[in-house]
C-alpha cells in the first residue's frame, strides 16, 4: 500500500510540474543594427513552493537558447562549451539576467531570428521553456569612416582599424553608431550606439595622433554628446554640453590631443541635492543607453 501512496506522489509531482519553473523572455527593442549587442531579458521564477537549485547535470546545461534563422534553420552557439553557474532560487521568487547574444550565436547576418529560452530543472529531468520572441538586424546608413594604423608600441601595432560612424532611424528617433573593425582580418571589434542624434546636424569626428576617435554630435536641441573612442572600441569617456552664446566644437591641440570647444560642460548635480537612485556598483560600465 505504501508503494501506492509514493506512486501517487510522483504522478502528482508530475502533473504540476509544468507550473514550477516560469521563463520569460523580453528584448528591449524589435530591430538592431549588424554586430550591435542584441541584450536578451531573462526573468526566472520558481513556482515550486520551495526552494530549487538550478545547475548543469548528465551533460545537459541548465539554461540555454533556441535561436532559429528566419529560413528556419537552427543556429548552433559559437561556443559550445559556455555554461553559466549554478543558481540558487528561493520559492516564489524571480530572478532576471540578461545576457548579450552576439557573442554568443551568429546573429550578425541581416534578417529575422527567432529566440526562446529554456531552464532545465534537474531534479524533474525536464525542461521549461518561455514563448518566443523575434527581432530583426538590419544595416545602418554609414555617414564617416575612416581607416588608420595602430601606432607602434600597443596591441595590434602595424594593424589597421577602421572607425565608421552610422545612423540608424527608428519609429521614434534617430540614433548614431560607432563600428570598429580590421577589414584586412575580418574582424569587427564594436559596435555600439553614441545615443539619440538630430539628423539636420551632421556628426564632428576627429582622429587624434593616438589614432583614437572623437565625436560631437548634437543629441538634442541645444544638447551636444562628445564620446572619445579607443582603436579596439573601447569608449574611453562621454560627456555632454550644453550649447550657450557659442556652439561646441571639436578642436587640435597643440600636442595633437582632441578637445572640445565651446558650449558648457553639462556636470550633473552632488548626489545630496539629487533624489536618491539605485546603486551602480553592481553595473558594468558600457556605451551610453539608447532605448
Known sequence: MKWLVHLFALLLLGATAHAQIQVELKFKRLQYIAHEPVIASIQITNLAGRDVDLRDDSGQHWFGFEVT???GRLLAPLKSDAAEPPLHVEAGQ?????INLTPVFPVHDFGVYRVRANVYFADLN???????KVFQVTDARAIWQKTVGVP????GAGEVRTYSLLSNRFPDHTSLYVRVE??????VYTTYSLGHIIALDEPQAEIDSANQLHVLHCAAPRSWAYSHIGLNGELLAHSTFMETKTRPRLRHAADGAIAVSGGKLD?????STRSPA?????????PPADD
Not at 524571480?94 to 540578461?98: A, H, L
Open 182 to 187: 580590421n577589414k584586412d582580418g575580418g574582424v
Open 69 to 71: 534563422a528566419g529560413e
Open 126 to 132: 525536464k525542461y521549461f521553456y518561455s514563448q518566443t
Open 152 to 155: 607602434d608600441g600597443m596591441p
Open 94 to 98: 524571480t530572478i532576471t539576467r540578461k
Open 267 to 271: 556636470v550633473p548635480a552632488p548626489p
Open 278 to 286: 539605485p546603486k551602480l556598483s553592481s553595473r558594468p560600465a558600457g
